[in-house]
C-alpha cells in the first residue's frame, strides 16, 4: 500500500532552521490531506501541521508563524520547513494522511534542537 518516508532532520541549534522531506509512494492516486506529526517515545503522536491538495493549511498553535506545510502533488511529496526552532521542538517528526494517519507509518526523522 502507501509508503512513507521521512527525511531531512538533524541537530540544529535554537533559533535555526530544517526542512523536512516526505515522500509516499505504492499508490497512483495522492492523499487528499497531507500531515506531519510528531512523537516522543512513551507520548501520543500530535498533528503538527496539514495541508490540503489544494495548500490549504493549518497548525498547531505553538508552530503557528515558524512552521510551513508545502506539498507536491506531482511529485508525492510533502515538506516542512521549521523555522525559529526551539528545545522544545526537539521530536521524531512523521508524515501521514490528516487528521489521522491512515497509513502504516515510516520510520520518521529525528529533530533535535540543543545547544
Known amino acids: 500500500q502507501v509508503q512513507l518516508v521521512e527525511s531531512g532532520g538533524g541537530l540544529v541549534h535554537p533559533g535555526g532552521s530544517l526542512t523536512l522531506s516526505c515522500t509516499a509512494s505504492g499508490s497512483s492516486f495522492s492523499i487528499n490531506v497531507m500531515g506531519w506529526y510528531r512523537q516522543v517515545p512513551g507520548k501520543p503522536r500530535e498533528l503538527v501541521a496539514s495541508?490540503?491538495?489544494?495548500?490549504?493549511?493549518d497548525y498547531l498553535d505553538s508552530v503557528k508563524g515558524r512552521f510551513t506545510i508545502s506539498r507536491d502533488n506531482a511529485k508525492n511529496m510533502v515538506y516542512l520547513r521549521m523555522d525559529s526552532l526551539k528545545p522544545e521542538d526537539t521530536d521524531t517528526y512523521y508524515c501521514?494522511?490528516?487528521?489521522?494517519?491512515?497509513?502504516?507509518w515510516g520510520q520518521g526523522t529525528l529533530v533535535t534542537v540543543s545547544t
Open positions: 495541508i490540503t491538495r489544494g495548500a490549504r493549511t
Open positions: 501521514n494522511s490528516a487528521p489521522r494517519g491512515l497509513h502504516e
